[in-house]
């Protein structure tokens, strides 16, 4: 009976991870700039990974330690990356699309020559 729940639990995970990892692809490719195509895809593949690498957990106990370290690399990795790549495209002049309200790490940057100017 247990074998039958990790099974089902195993594969549930997959799939919802397989869901998760599917809808970040289809996010990259709907956003209308850089910045949301980022964060869309950060996002959805942490959670798709972990989802995935949890379902492989249960269908193979053995691995779970390892899986636990790769999730922990994933949750450390993927937020360090994006925010990477974000400052990089801010600081090489990607434009956010029109319907962008705030840039706040324009003002910041617009504060900081200022206070440099006085």
Same mark, same amino acid.
């Given at each position: 009976?247990?074998?039958?729940?990790?099974?089902?639990?195993?594969?549930?995970?997959?799939? &919802?991870?397989?869901?998760?990892?599917?809808?970040?692809?289809?996010?990259?490719?709907?956003?209308?700039?850089?910045?949301?195509?980022?964060?869309?895809?950060?996002?959805?593949?942490?959670?798709?990974?972990?989802?995935?690498?949890?379902? &492989?957990?249960?269908?193979?106990?053995?691995?779970?330690?390892?899986?636990?370290?790769?999730?922990?690399?994933?949750?450390?990795?993927?937020?360090?990356?994006?925010?990477?790549?974000?400052?990089?495209?801010?600081?090489?002049?990607?434009?956010?699309?029109?319907?962008?309200?705030?840039?706040?790490?324009?003002?910041?940057?617009?504060?900081?020559?200022?206070?440099?100017?006085?």
């Amino acid at each position: 009976m247990f074998d039958l729940v990790c099974v089902v639990a195993g594969n549930l995970s997959l799939v &919802i991870g397989s869901l998760f990892l599917f809808s970040a692809g289809l996010g990259v490719l709907r956003m209308p700039d850089t910045y949301n195509r980022i964060q869309t895809g950060t996002k959805a593949t942490t959670l798709g990974t972990i989802m995935v690498l949890i379902g &492989i957990a249960f269908l193979h106990p053995p691995w779970t330690l390892k899986l636990i370290i790769l999730i922990f690399f994933v949750m450390l990795t993927n937020p360090v990356s994006s925010h990477a790549l974000a400052r990089a495209a801010h600081t090489i002049g990607t434009r956010e699309t029109e319907t962008t309200v705030v840039d706040a790490l324009d003002s910041d940057e617009d504060e900081a020559v200022k206070e440099q100017a006085e």
